[in-house]
């Protein structure tokens, strides 16, 4: 069963008022920018990163108010435990171009990318981020001013590091109403955390994941997300991508609540996953990567929950996946709505999901399922009309077993009665596709087991 989420009363912060950052600090400097439409222009502007710190080591706080020019930084603003930095809610803090680092980060960041997580690796702790727009002004799928990376600095990061905002090896923190936009990097990328609470993050033309958590990670309520981003609106992955994961391990006890995803006609992922695994280290052990008794409720306007297996795309299939498939238990979702076709994909090892309180406000097709399980099979073909180029995205061959499903209170628009079990859940038995490559997917020997 969940465990309580503990909301945190931050004594010794809430009795500090945070200064205004004193001005006179601030550097003067010019550079180019690029914004949609306009081509590349010459910005006279002001670094405040020394502004901001030097507010901080006197008060271990710092407000930005709103003026008529971005606050702009040329690497992360980094916080020491029991630290404080707010923002008017219409104060721009912007990522000046060619920086390539996220905007603000703890101070002892640990990456463990080959080793386990050692129990005490001395976390930053009673940390608060509330307010601001925050941008790395990234205009477009290609013209990201410089600013790919959301990288802990600029020198020697700590591998994995991909945030706008990113707290890694923390404990007791919060981040509270900010608005992220434009950005190449995760909204807010946490990792080896717990006891934290994510609440009110909107995401403006975002360019990836909205909140992203890696492990270990427990104890969490993420709360409050909505708009419109490229890829996940939330995403906790235990096992990753090994270029976007400073640690692994377990993620459990966390509720996510009260997401949105952007409405029709505005680009948008309107995704959630997670990602469970094995991780492989270099030397050949393995880590367990589970992800269990999460709760989800009172989400809209989100088409795909992605629970599934999905090796590295970017740096390949063989050199990065998990050593086998992943497992969930006690995932809880409630109080779903979806105003167009989605549904919930498991190719995970799972025991104990339960689906309930769901409206759909579409038109169901026969085909549509509001639950598969079972693996997928995909091509991705690099823009290139070379077979011998195409990759698999999924495990399409790899099975996986479901136990203790329960499906309730599942409903067409105002509909009184539920949806059938049968109607809403499909097994997945995959077979190789004979005419591969002339059709596609590829498809595979996989299949989805639902012990009833």
């Known amino acids: 069963m969940m465990k309580p989420i503990i909301l945190f009363l931050y004594g010794l912060l809430a009795s500090l008022s945070a200064a205004d950052v004193e001005s006179s600090l601030a550097h003067a400097s010019t550079w180019t920018e690029s914004w949609p439409n306009t081509g590349p222009h010459d910005v006279q502007g002001e670094i405040w990163n020394d502004a901001i710190q030097s507010a901080l080591d006197k008060d271990n706080a710092v407000h930005l108010p709103k003026r008529d020019k971005p606050y702009y930084l040329d690497g992360p603003v980094i916080l020491k435990s029991g630290q404080k930095l707010t923002a008017d809610s219409d104060a721009e803090i912007r990522l000046k171009p060619g920086s390539n680092t996220c905007m603000v980060r703890n101070e002892h960041l640990v990456g463990f990318a080959d080793q386990p997580v050692p129990e005490n690796t001395k976390p930053d702790t009673n940390i608060i981020i509330e307010g601001g727009i925050w941008t790395t002004l990234a205009n477009g799928a290609k013209d990201n001013n410089g600013n790919q990376r959301g990288a802990s600095s600029k020198k020697n990061p700590v591998p994995g590091t991909h945030g706008v905002i990113l707290l890694q090896n923390v404990r007791h923190v919060t981040v509270r109403n900010i608005t992220v936009r434009q950005s190449r990097a995760f909204a807010v990328h946490l990792a080896n955390v717990s006891d934290f609470t994510i609440d009110g993050v909107t995401l403006d033309r975002h360019g990836r994941d909205g909140v992203h958590v890696n492990a270990p990670a427990s104890n969490g309520l993420i709360r409050r997300v909505s708009g419109a981003s490229r890829d996940d609106t939330v995403a906790l992955n235990s096992w990753d991508w090994k270029n976007y994961a400073p640690s692994f391990g377990a993620i459990h006890d966390i509720v996510i609540e009260d997401v949105h995803g952007s409405p029709d006609g505005v680009p948008s992922a309107n995704s959630v996953r997670f990602l469970p695994g094995v991780k492989r280290f270099s030397d050949g052990t393995m880590l367990d990567c589970p992800i269990h008794d999460i709760t989800v409720r009172c989400i809209a306007n989100i088409s795909d929950f992605k629970l599934y297996d999905q090796p590295n795309l970017e740096v390949g299939r063989d050199k ?124 595979g020997t996989g299949k989805g087991v639902w012990i009833r």
């Open 320 to 443: 990065d996946a998990s050593a086998s498939i992943g497992s969930l238990r006690n995932i809880v979702f409630e109080n779903l709505t979806f105003n167009r076709p989605g549904s919930i994909q498991i190719h995970a090892n799972t025991d104990g999901l339960t689906i309930r309180d769901v409206k759909l406000n579409f038109a169901l097709d026969s085909k549509d399922h509001l639950i598969e399980l079972g693996p997928k099979s995909q091509t991705y073909k690099h823009n290139s009309d070379d077979p011998a180029t195409w990759t698999e995205i999924f495990s399409p061959d790899l099975d996986c077993t479901v136990r203790n499903l329960s499906v309730s209170g599942v409903r067409l628009h105002e509909a009184a009665t539920d949806l059938p079990i049968k109607e809403l859940v499909h097994v997945i038995e995959l077979k190789p596709n004979p005419d591969y490559p002339k059709t596609t997917p590829k498809g």
